[in-house]
Each structure stands twice: as structure tokens, then as C-alpha cells.
């Protein structure tokens, strides 16, 4: 059997990161890691190279927005696919929301999804990115 | 004209200029121009008319005289009357005999009981738009308005533009920003409640997947994330109430040490579950003061929460929580973390509605609430914060009701 596909988890409410694992369980069986700022979760990337990091934006330390952009930065984890989950409203943009804090992404991550978090979206998400 | 009345001029119109530059508030400023124009220009009665713009009508903003107290809540439709042709026109307008012209309208002497024969009627215009204008009605002596008169009309009426202008502008400045903050709080709450219910979501699906796999640890795990989220709502509304309402202390005579021992008993549990070291240092000799005991323990409360949070996952993280005496009549309360800090940045923003640094943790409420039952009390809270190595938050109260904070 293939060894377990590796998902980065990072969000600063353990309650978030508990929802996540319950959802992912329901599409497979992951090794999933989880950091509460965006500074231990660089760590983390950049140490496990997982095949999602799930990214929530507004975390103490590191938002999620400076950890995306670092992550784009450095050619070991650019192509690390990642899901922003936010509370802001996706209406106005992810570009627009970093630019609001003073951030310039220069990419745009695989997809974002909108708190609350619907299980069938966040589900059928994952399963496109990692061709399940 | 003699000297005598030349003087009398100059020194009116440094009046109005004066009056104009004072910081009284609008309407003040209108009053005392309007009085000085009626006492110097010797009229039986005079009146400012102001241009509503969204609908064209004519509003008495201020009536001097006898037939004050019937105008004022007088409107009148655009180009009626001597005041309505001259804000059309923008051009003053004498009528020395008003019965032997057409614009006269009847109206107002018919609502007053005042009579008018005389009228000189000068319009205040702002560089980009006509404002309204100023009246003055019946010289107390008999005689005609003439081309002096109009002039130190047009005089006064020129200051009277200018500080009515700037009054607008002012308006619709803190009106539009009385709107953006109105949005940003909305956000802010959005965000908010947001991450509330992400919270409940994430707690119902554990719950339904414990139950499809029979599994009581699951139901247990997300039951309790459900809970907690709605405590975390009660909260939030609980805050989002106490910023939004003005009111005053209730006060009581109280032993603050007592008040904040409360605190600090109910927080130990919790301090004990994330590895806080939480300390208590009452100064013995505080006795009892006056304060809203209710409200000082939701300062308190929010203040040893966040600390608690600042302290995380830090090792050998402690609060400490002491009381002090600060001169004779104030008191201290400080609340001193060994946690992260908050950087310098940041510290200007902490007592901002919606502006928080924790994360989906915040609502960003807490402070600013904490802020204003301060400040309710007639008291201050100080912060000092070093990155790395913590931060301090000090109330400073006053022992007894200060008279203007009000009472029960």
C-alpha cells in the first residue's frame, strides 16, 4: 500500500483543526499535521513537504496570508497546493483582502473556501486537488 | 453717515468676525450674528433662511423679533417670497414697500401677526452654492433700507457664509466617517460570528459522525465545541450590548480586593488547564471604594483571558494580578502577563472596536469594552508591553464616584 498522503493543517483554533481532521476522514485516510500560527507551519512545510496545506488566515504570530506568500517564495514549497479557509468575505477577493493588510500574495492559492466551512465543498475540493 | 454711526459699524462687523472665529458651537455663532444685525441695522426684526438641498425648500433657521418662536419650524417652497426670489437669484433684493410688490408673501405676516412693511433680504452664497439668506425687516425708525445698509448687510452675511460652509463640510465629514466605521463594525462582527459558526458546523459534524459510527467519544468532543461556541456567542453579544449602549455606573460601596478575588478564583481552573501559573496580590489597605462592581469584573475578566491567551503554549508562563494604593484618592489594578507582548505597532489600535491581534480568538470587542466601563468610572488604563517578554495593564481608578459619572 502507498504510504499516507501528508496534509498540513494550520488554523489557531484547535476546535477548526479538529473539524478539518473529522472532514478529511471522511474522504480518506491522511497523516494530518497541524501547526497554530503561520510561523510553526512554515516550519512544518518546509520540514514534511505535505501534498495540501490547508491555510486559515487570521492567526496570531503569522496570518495565513504572510505564510502564503512565504511559502511562494521558497522553490521547496511554491508547489505545495493550498486551501485559504476565511472568515472574510470571499466576495471581495483574496488579492484584494492581503492587499488590505498590507501583503502582495503574487499568486493566488488553488482555492479558497468561505467560513462556516460546508463539509461537501471542503470535501470536493481536496478530492480535485489531490486527483481523488 | 456721521462718525458716531461709522464707529458703530466697524465695531459690529468686528463683532460678527469675532463671533464667527470663536469655538461656540453653529448655531451659537448664528444667534449672536443674528442679534448684532438686529441691534445695529435698529430693525423690529430679522431672520436667517436656509436652502434645504434635497428638497429645495426654504427653512427659518433663526427668527429674531417678536414673531421668533412662530417661524421657526416655518418652511417655504423655493423661489416664494422676496427670500425665495433672492436665493434664486442670488442677488439682494430692498423692497421698501412690500404691499406694492408681487414677490411679497402674505404667509408669514398672516401666521405671525407681525406686519411687514420693509424688507432687505441679501443672499448667502458659499463659492460653489447659494446657502440661503439673510433678512432684516422694519428700520424701528420708519425710514428706508438703502445701498449702505444692503452693504453692511452683505457683509455680514459673507462671515455668516463662510462659517455655515465649514459647518457642512465638518457635517459631511463625520457623517462620512460615521459611516465607515458603521461598515467596519459590521464586518468586524460579520467576521465575528463567522468563525462562531464555523465553530458550531465543525462541532455538529463530529457530533453526526460519532453517531454514525456509534462512537459516544466523538459526540462527547464535538458536544463540547458546540457548547463552547455558544457561551462564546452569549459573550459576544454581551460585549457587542455593553459598547453600544451610553450608560453610567452603577455604583456601590465594594471591596475591590473581594471583586477582584472573584475574578481570579473563577480563571484559576482555567489557568491550571493551560499551563498558567496565575498569582494574586491584594493590597490589604484598599478598603472599600465606590464602583460598579458588575462592570469592573468584566474589565478584569477580559483583561487576565487575554493574558492568559498571550501566555499560549509558552513554558513557565505566569499572570499576575495585584491591587496597589495610588495616591489618596485613585487605586490601581494591574494585570501583568509573562507572555508574547504586542508589538509596538499594535498598541495604538488595542482599545479600537473589532481590532484584535488573537486570531479567530478575538472578537475584538473585549478592550474596547474594558475601555469604556473604564472611562465610565472616570478612571484610565495604561498598557506597557515588551515582545517576548509580556505585558502589563494597569486600571486606574478613582476611590469614590466622581459627580459627573453618574449614579444609580
Given at each position: 500500500m502507498d504510504k499516507k498522503m501528508t496534509i498540513l493543517f494550520v488554523d489557531d483554533e484547535q476546535d477548526n483543526i479538529d473539524f478539518g481532521e473529522a472532514m478529511l476522514m471522511g474522504i480518506g485516510d491522511f497523516d494530518v499535521q497541524s501547526a497554530n500560527n503561520g510561523f510553526t507551519g512554515l516550519e512544518m512545510a518546509t520540514q514534511l513537504k505535505p501534498s495540501l496545506i490547508i491555510l486559515d488566515?487570521?492567526?496570531?504570530?503569522?496570518?495565513g496570508f504572510q505564510m502564503f506568500a512565504e511559502l511562494k517564495k521558497n522553490p521547496s514549497t511554491a508547489h505545495i497546493p493550498v486551501i485559504m479557509l476565511t472568515g472574510i468575505s470571499s466576495t471581495m477577493g483574496m488579492q484584494y483582502n492581503a492587499k488590505d493588510m498590507?501583503?502582495?500574495?503574487?499568486h493566488e492559492p488553488n482555492a479558497y473556501i468561505d467560513k462556516p466551512v460546508d463539509p461537501d465543498i471542503f470535501q470536493n475540493t481536496v478530492k480535485k486537488i489531490l486527483g481523488l | 453717515m456721521t462718525r458716531t454711526v461709522d464707529m458703530e459699524i466697524v465695531t459690529a462687523l468686528f463683532d460678527v468676525s469675532r463671533a464667527i472665529s470663536s469655538s461656540l458651537e453653529l448655531s451659537e455663532i448664528l444667534q449672536r450674528v443674528m442679534d448684532l444685525t438686529t441691534k445695529v441695522m435698529r430693525v423690529e426684526a430679522s431672520s436667517m433662511v436656509l436652502l434645504d438641498?434635497?428638497?429645495?425648500e426654504l427653512i427659518f433657521y433663526i427668527a429674531e423679533g417678536e414673531m421668533a418662536t412662530k417661524l421657526k419650524t416655518f418652511r417655504m417652497k423655493s423661489g416664494e417670497g422676496v427670500v425665495g426670489h433672492v436665493v434664486q437669484t442670488k442677488e439682494a433684493a430692498i423692497v421698501n414697500d412690500v404691499q406694492q410688490d408681487?414677490?411679497?408673501?402674505k404667509k408669514v405676516d398672516v401666521k405671525t401677526g407681525f406686519v411687514t412693511k420693509s424688507i432687505l433680504c441679501v443672499p448667502l452664497v458659499s463659492p460653489t452654492r447659494v446657502l440661503g439668506a439673510i433678512e432684516v425687516l422694519n428700520k424701528l425708525d420708519g425710514s428706508d433700507f438703502d445701498d449702505l445698509d444692503k452693504l453692511f448687510l452683505e457683509s455680514i452675511a459673507g462671515q455668516a457664509s463662510i462659517a455655515l460652509e465649514n459647518a457642512m463640510l465638518h457635517d459631511s465629514i463625520v457623517k462620512n466617517e460615521r459611516m465607515a466605521a458603521v461598515g467596519q463594525a459590521v464586518a468586524g462582527l460579520a467576521h465575528c460570528i463567522k468563525n462562531v459558526l464555523n465553530g458550531v458546523q465543525g462541532g455538529s459534524y463530529i457530533i453526526d459522525m460519532g453517531l454514525d459510527k456509534d462512537n459516544m467519544a466523538f459526540v462527547q468532543k464535538g458536544w463540547a465545541t458546540v457548547k463552547k461556541n455558544n457561551s462564546f456567542m452569549q459573550e459576544l453579544v454581551l460585549d457587542m450590548l455593553t459598547y453600544s449602549k451610553e450608560r453610567k455606573p452603577e455604583y456601590e460601596e465594594c471591596d475591590v480586593n473581594g471583586t477582584v478575588a472573584a475574578v481570579v478564583e473563577l480563571m484559576q481552573e482555567k489557568a491550571k488547564a493551560v499551563g498558567v501559573t496565575m498569582l494574586w496580590h491584594p493590597?490589604?489597605?484598599?478598603g472599600i471604594v465606590e464602583l460598579d462592581s458588575k462592570g469592573i469584573k468584566r474589565c478584569v475578566l477580559n483583561l487576565i483571558s487575554n493574558a492568559m491567551d498571550a501566555c499560549g503554549q509558552k513554558p513557565d508562563a505566569s499572570v499576575t494580578v495585584s491591587t496597589q494604593l495610588y495616591g489618596q484618592h485613585s487605586f490601581k489594578i494591574l494585570i501583568k502577563d509573562t507572555g508574547t507582548g504586542i508589538p509596538p505597532e499594535a498598541i495604538p489600535k488595542l482599545?479600537?472596536?473589532?481590532?484584535?491581534?488573537?486570531?479567530?480568538?478575538?472578537?475584538?470587542l473585549g478592550l474596547a469594552v474594558t475601555h469604556k466601563i473604564i472611562k465610565e468610572h472616570g478612571g484610565r488604563i495604561d498598557v506597557t508591553s515588551k515582545v517576548g517578554s509580556g505585558t502589563t495593564f494597569t486600571i486606574v481608578l478613582p476611590r469614590k464616584r466622581k459627580k459627573n459619572t453618574g449614579g444609580k
Open positions: 488566515v487570521q492567526m496570531p504570530v503569522m496570518n498590507g501583503i502582495t500574495l503574487g | 438641498e434635497e428638497t429645495g408681487e414677490r411679497f408673501f493590597e490589604p489597605a484598599l482599545f479600537q472596536v473589532f481590532f484584535s491581534t488573537k486570531g479567530s480568538k478575538g472578537t475584538g
